[in-house]
Every structure is written in structure tokens, then in C-alpha cells.
């Protein structure tokens, strides 16, 4: 079974632009959740969507949204982009919400803003 | 403010030794613990997690010790193996809230051969 995947891998955007990131969860898997891993930092958590619902929101400002399609799929919007947006986008499946559930990585998507 | 935290951001261990890596936690909310293991190029791997019922959790080659009046957990490797080099997470999250993961900063473990 494919695991999750995420796309693009690398993505260079220059300050103020606009940026889509995609996710697609484990076959099965109702919940994903959005991280934004910092070079030299653990994956800080963004969003977590759980039957296209969002359950939970981090620290983070209004210009990050995300949204959850019928088939469990998830984007990651960010506008306006600062340079300190530059950073690994992890985004995690699990087969339902609780923290019980353990979670499955994607290999993320690179974002460089210039 | 980090709510996990390791201190070491590297270890090295010579292959067939032990590999000990620590981690603190100051939210006394949290009552679910995990290790993640981290390859270059790749997401984190889930390796081995323990409920705050308990206070040791063994898979194989892989035991983690919880002491929650120190609010401290270590993940045990033994024997330790070249394969094992990476980048190990420690995370903790609140059954009373969302499955939300709160990250350490990592420690990059070397088993030299």
C-alpha cells in the first residue's frame, strides 16, 4: 500500500506570493494534520482536519489554511509569504482523531522563499 | 515555548553498544509519548510509543522508559546498529485534546562500525 504522498517535493517562491501544497493520506485514513519542520528545529504542528472538519489549529497566523476533500486529500495554503515560511512541510495521516492513533509521514515538501 | 526538549542534539555510539537518548517534557498534560525516527530526504518514521499508564514499553532492539514525576522519557537501543544512524524525535501529545504532536528539536545518533 502506498504511503502518504505529498506534492510538489521542492518549491522556491519568491515574498508575498501565494503557495499550495497537497497531501494525500494512506488509503483509509480519515484524519491528516499539517507540520512545519524549521532547519534545525522538530515539525511544529499547523492543522489537523478529521472527516473534513478542522479539529485542531496551531500557533500559526491566518495567511495558513488548509482545507479536507471527500476523499480525505488536504491542501496547505499559505499567502503572503515571509522568508521565515521557508521550511520542510510535513503533512501526517492517521486512520481516525485521538492521540491514540498513531501518525504516518510524508517525506514533505521543501519550501524555499526568496 | 518548547514543551519537549532534548538536550543533545548529537550522540555518537560505537555499533553493538547501547544508544541512550533523552527527552523532557514540562506540560504535565501530556499522557502519550513517541519516538520518531528520521532519515535524510524522508519523513518521520513512527518507532516506538508508550502510554503514561506505564512506565517502560520494549519493541525488539527498542525500549523507551518513562518517569513522569521528572517528566522524563529515554529511548534505549541496544544493540545499537550502522543502520540506526539518524535523527530521533521525541513528541508528546494530551488524549484530552487533538492527536496534535509536540515536537523535541532531535538528536542526530552516529553508530560508528
Known amino acids: 500500500d502506498a504511503g502518504v504522498t505529498q506534492s510538489p517535493t521542492h518549491l522556491i517562491k519568491t515574498r508575498g506570493q501565494q503557495v499550495t501544497l497537497r497531501c494525500s493520506p494512506i488509503?483509509?485514513?480519515?484524519?491528516v494534520s499539517w507540520y512545519q519542520q524549521v532547519l534545525g528545529q522538530g515539525p511544529q504542528f499547523i492543522f489537523q482536519?478529521?472527516?473534513?472538519?478542522?479539529?485542531g489549529r496551531g500557533n500559526f497566523p491566518d495567511r495558513f489554511s488548509a482545507r479536507q476533500f471527500p476523499n480525505y486529500s488536504s491542501e496547505l495554503n499559505v499567502n503572503a509569504l515571509l522568508l521565515g515560511d521557508s521550511a520542510l512541510y510535513l503533512c501526517?495521516?492517521?486512520?481516525?482523531?485521538?492521540?491514540?492513533?498513531?501518525?504516518?509521514f510524508g517525506p514533505g515538501t521543501r519550501l524555499t522563499v526568496t | 515555548d518548547q514543551q519537549v526538549k532534548q538536550n543533545s542534539p548529537s550522540l555518537s555510539v560505537q555499533e553493538g553498544r547501547i544508544s541512550i537518548l533523552n527527552c523532557d517534557y514540562t506540560?504535565?498534560?501530556?499522557?502519550?509519548f513517541l519516538w520518531y525516527k528520521k532519515y535524510p530526504a524522508e519523513g518521520p518514521t513512527f518507532l516506538i510509543s508508550?502510554?503514561?499508564?506505564?512506565d517502560k514499553n520494549e519493541d525488539g532492539r527498542f525500549t523507551v522508559f518513562l518517569n513522569k514525576s521528572a517528566k522524563h522519557l529515554s529511548l534505549h537501543i541496544v544493540p545499537s546498529q550502522p543502520g540506526d544512524s539518524a535523527v530521533y524525535f521525541c513528541?508528546?501529545?494530551?488524549?484530552?485534546?487533538?492527536?496534535?504532536?509536540?515536537f523535541g528539536t532531535g538528536t542526530r545518533l552516529t553508530v560508528i562500525p
Open positions: 513528541a508528546a501529545s494530551a488524549r484530552t485534546g487533538a492527536n496534535n504532536l509536540f
Open positions: 501526517a495521516s492517521s486512520s481516525a482523531w485521538g492521540s491514540s492513533y498513531e501518525q504516518y
Open positions: 482536519y478529521y472527516e473534513k472538519e478542522e479539529r
Open positions: 488509503s483509509g485514513h480519515k484524519s
Open positions: 506540560n504535565s498534560m501530556f499522557d502519550y
Open positions: 508508550i502510554s503514561s499508564i506505564k
